[in-house]
């Protein structure tokens, strides 16, 4: 999208500067930033990911053992490396009970 002000109409970009926060805010409350940093063995992570999938969700999915960087970033930003962890806008939720508790609760499509 492209806009080109052409004279300085402070109510116009204020109101447009106020329904681009709005939108973002809201779209950051309605549709949050996951992914689910799991490996395939890890009978934790399989009970997570079959809740998503007998509930249809779409969670993307970081598998630990396959992306070294992935785990990185699990130890740098949740403090250690365990799974299954849910980031939810880049923020660690740890547990799985949680983890599906939180699914639940923000019934993500
Ligand atoms: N209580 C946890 C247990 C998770 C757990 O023990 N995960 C193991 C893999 S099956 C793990 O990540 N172990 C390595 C570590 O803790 O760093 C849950 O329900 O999520």
């Given at each position: 999208m492209t806009v080109t002000v052409t004279e300085f109409q402070p109510s116009v970009n204020f109101n447009l500067t106020r329904r681009l926060l709005f939108n973002c805010i809201t779209n950051t409350m309605n549709n949050p930033e996951l992914s689910l940093y799991h490996f395939e063995a890890c009978p934790y992570c399989q009970k997570v990911r079959r809740f998503i999938t007998d509930n249809n969700l779409n969670v993307p999915m970081k598998d630990i053992h396959l992306d070294p960087i992935a785990r990185e970033t699990l130890i740098q930003i949740?403090?250690?490396?365990?799974?299954?962890c849910l980031f939810i806008d880049g923020k660690a939720l740890y547990e799985s009970a949680d983890i599906i508790q939180w699914l639940t609760d923000h019934q993500v499509a």
């Open positions: 949740g403090g250690k490396s365990q799974v299954p």
